[in-house]
């Protein structure tokens, strides 16, 4: 017979990694967003990662397998009991982001519009950025949860992408092998041109292998053509 805490611990550790899988998606797309704005806006002709990355656009390609992960990340924790401490889970994202939105306005010195698209390793703004995108998996994580009609919504979603199982799948692998060549791109650019070593570079790198390698694993684990089932 299983231990009850040791039951319930595993339970919990569950949910702590379907969040950070849907926080590692947000960072994915706050990142891609962040180089996509200087490709297009602040600097002219950039290629970054070139000449091992063919075109910044490809970052394009990283936000869609991002947002095609979102959900089956956290639906790896829809089915699990974790209880809560007073209030739903998405309670405590909106808490975090109000607060966090707050700290933006008062404490940096971009707007909050702005705030994954200017080019700033200031800690304060990615204090900002990090809270930010922890409030939303927060919220993302238990959206169903927030308002009847959102579940309906979401529901009505689940359906449709059930009918179109086929077609999300081959997007979301395709999406992923391309999220992966970015992935290995990045990495050759670092090894031999060592200037593009830099935190900001180390973390999109490593977003990009989990947002590539889970796009792998839900297509493997049939996630989308289970919903037709």
Request: charged fraction near 10%; hydrophobic fraction near 55%; charge should be positive.
């Given at each position: 017979m299983a231990n009850p805490k040791a039951t319930h611990c595993w339970v919990i550790c569950k949910k702590i990694f379907?969040?950070?899988?849907?926080?590692?998606?947000?960072?994915?797309?706050?990142?891609?967003?962040?180089?996509?704005?200087?490709?297009?806006?602040r600097y002219q002709n950039w290629q970054p990662f070139s000449p091992y990355l063919i075109s910044a656009l490809v970052f394009w390609v990283l936000i869609a397998a991002a947002v095609i992960n979102i959900f089956p990340s956290a639906g790896l924790g829809r089915s699990l009991h974790t209880g809560r401490l007073f209030f739903h889970h998405y309670f405590y994202g909106f808490l975090v982001l109000i607060f966090s939105a707050i700290?933006?306005?008062?404490?940096?010195?971009?707007?909050?519009?702005?705030?994954?698209?200017?080019?700033?390793?200031?800690?304060?703004?990615?204090?900002?950025?990090?809270?930010?995108?922890?409030?939303?998996?927060?919220?993302?994580?238990?959206?169903?949860?927030?308002?009847g009609k959102i579940e309906s919504s979401l529901n009505w979603l689940k359906a449709k992408a059930g009918q179109g199982g086929k077609l999300i799948s081959a997007v979301h692998i395709?999406?992923?092998?391309?999220?992966?060549?970015?992935?290995?791109?990045?990495?050759?650019?670092?090894?031999?041109?060592?200037?593009?070593?830099?935190?900001?570079?180390?973390?999109?790198?490593?977003?990009a292998f989990i947002t590539g390698v889970t796009s792998f694993i839900f297509v493997k684990r049939s996630v989308w053509l289970k919903l037709s089932r």
């Amino acid at each position: 017979m299983a231990n009850p805490k040791a039951t319930h611990c595993w339970v919990i550790c569950k949910k702590i990694f379907s969040v950070s899988l849907v926080f590692n998606a947000l960072v994915s797309i706050g990142c891609a967003a962040g180089i996509l704005s200087g490709f297009y806006w602040r600097y002219q002709n950039w290629q970054p990662f070139s000449p091992y990355l063919i075109s910044a656009l490809v970052f394009w390609v990283l936000i869609a397998a991002a947002v095609i992960n979102i959900f089956p990340s956290a639906g790896l924790g829809r089915s699990l009991h974790t209880g809560r401490l007073f209030f739903h889970h998405y309670f405590y994202g909106f808490l975090v982001l109000i607060f966090s939105a707050i700290y933006i306005v008062i404490f940096t010195p971009v707007s909050l519009l702005s705030i994954f698209f200017v080019n700033s390793t200031s800690i304060e703004v990615n204090v900002g950025r990090v809270f930010l995108l922890g409030g939303s998996a927060l919220v993302l994580d238990d959206l169903p949860d927030v308002h009847g009609k959102i579940e309906s919504s979401l529901n009505w979603l689940k359906a449709k992408a059930g009918q179109g199982g086929k077609l999300i799948s081959a997007v979301h692998i395709v999406t992923g092998a391309v999220t992966f060549y970015l992935f290995i791109a990045m990495t050759l650019a670092m090894i031999y041109d060592p200037p593009y070593i830099t935190v900001a570079n180390l973390i999109v790198l490593v977003s990009a292998f989990i947002t590539g390698v889970t796009s792998f694993i839900f297509v493997k684990r049939s996630v989308w053509l289970k919903l037709s089932r």
